[in-house]
């Protein structure tokens, strides 16, 4: 599923696949820790723009973050992309599951993430929820302005604002994409790094274009690991389903490849002793342990 920008207002009609769902185990409250949206426009050929990365949980609450990962508070006057992400397609969670009129889980089938200020005025539901990121379109933020972003879901809960400088320039991410395919090919050890931590060895995973994920280590499947890093080299061949671990008891997941991405793509992730899982979003998810033992 390929990325697409939205000019104003996006009501797509969506489609209507329900199946059981694991999104409790292994998506509770994924969160993009290192973003890739200006990467993949690169790859692509496109030009980078600074980037403000809408990350959604599963109870349809948000968090802004810069390309730096960090909090969006205040921001210089400028031109900036949007990308908003959720930890799966809500359209796929069965709403029958959750009748209660306050409980919110998928945003109750999709997002109404609405971001208004001066000169800016941004809406999308990801497709009525069949989309789990959508790329807005670039848009300039004036200067000594405030700016709010809500979902319609829950306006009085997600109701966000940020601020623009009085002057300033926006920074221009750089770009971790290799230029190795027209796809892109990206090798970054942002995830998870530590100093100190033993480098285990690398990590081969797949994810076919039907959305069935695997991982090997030295040519076996994983059950077990020790503690420490690894290079996970992920080939995505799916464009609707990407590959995301977590490890057991932690509020995020950590997603090596985002549902439009296909190709290959390397990072590197501390594993750290407990129960981990990892899958698809659209496939199963698999279990293995990771004991404390160097």
């Not at 292994?26 to 692509?44: D, N, S």
């Not at 807005?136 to 000594?144: C, G």
């Not at 942002?190 to 797949?206: D, E, K």
């Not at 671990?245 to 002793?273: Q, Y």
């Amino acid at each position: 599923m390929s990325r697409r920008t939205l000019t104003s207002t996006h009501r797509g009609l969506g489609w209507r696949l329900r199946r059981p769902l694991t999104y409790a185990a292994a998506f509770v409250a994924a969160a993009v820790l290192v973003p890739t949206g200006t990467a993949a426009l690169v790859a692509a050929g496109l030009p980078a723009l600074p980037t403000l990365y809408v990350v959604y949980a599963i109870n349809c609450t948000f968090s802004i973050v810069d390309d730096q990962g960090k909090k969006v508070t205040s921001i210089a006057p400028g031109t900036y992309q949007v990308d908003v992400t959720t930890p799966m397609q809500f359209k796929l969670i069965e709403q029958a599951d959750h009748p209660s009129p306050n409980d919110f889980t998928g945003c109750k089938g999709w997002v109404q993430f609405q971001l208004t200020g001066p000169g800016v005025n941004l809406f999308t539901t990801l497709t009525t929820g069949c989309d789990s990121f959508y790329l807005l379109p670039s848009t300039y933020y004036a200067p000594n302005s405030t700016y709010t972003a809500l979902d319609l879901n829950q306006p009085a809960v997600t109701k966000t604002t940020f601020t623009t400088l009085a002057s300033g320039t926006p920074v221009i991410p750089t770009s971790p994409y290799l230029p190795t395919s027209s796809k892109g090919f990206l090798s970054t050890d942002l995830i998870g790094s530590s100093i100190g931590a033993v480098f285990r060895g690398a990590l081969a995973g797949t994810v076919s274009s039907r959305g069935a994920s695997s991982l090997a280590y030295k040519g076996k499947a994983v059950s077990t690991l020790k503690a420490g890093r690894y290079r996970f080299s992920i080939d995505d061949r799916s464009a609707r389903s990407g590959f995301t671990i977590r490890r057991a008891g932690s509020a995020s997941a950590a997603v090596i490849t985002r549902p439009a991405f296909v190709g290959r793509r390397s990072v590197t992730v501390l594993l750290r002793a407990g129960l981990w899982t990892y899958g698809s979003s659209m496939g199963a998810t698999h279990r293995f342990a990771v004991g404390s033992r160097s």
